[in-house]
Structures are given as C-alpha cells and as structure tokens.
C-alpha cells in the first residue's frame, strides 16, 4: 500500500504493517501473507495524522500450485 499525504510543510510519510515498516513501493502479486493492520503516519512541523485501515485478502492469484502464464 502506497501512503501520501499533503501538507506544508510537505509531511513525511511512513507506513508499516502490524507494527513493521512496509517494503517499496512497486506492482507484485498479492497473497494472503499480505493481509493485517496497515499504518500510514504523516508528520511535519505542526504534527501528525495516523490513518489504519485492515486489509484482507481472499483469494490468490494463480491459485497456490499452479503457474501464471
């Protein structure tokens, strides 16, 4: 999940999962592992926004066994 915020100053933006700081940003294959609490917190100067959001996931894609083509 990307996480953006605007402010001005510009925020920082961080963004972990169940308390650990998410990998890069980039398109992959979603799998069930990928499911939990996600964080965004944007901070400047003035203080900080959280938003939380859960995130589920219901099906693979290739089902698990068989390959992509």
Known sequence: LGCRADGDPPPSTRCT???AATRGRGS???SRADAGRY?????NKHGS??????VTVECEWPPRG???T
């Open 39 to 43: 964080l965004c917190r944007a901070t």
């Open 66 to 68: 068989e390959k992509g």
């Open 17 to 19: 999962r169940d308390g």
């Open 28 to 30: 992959r294959a979603v």
């Open 49 to 54: 926004a959280v938003r939380s959001v859960l």
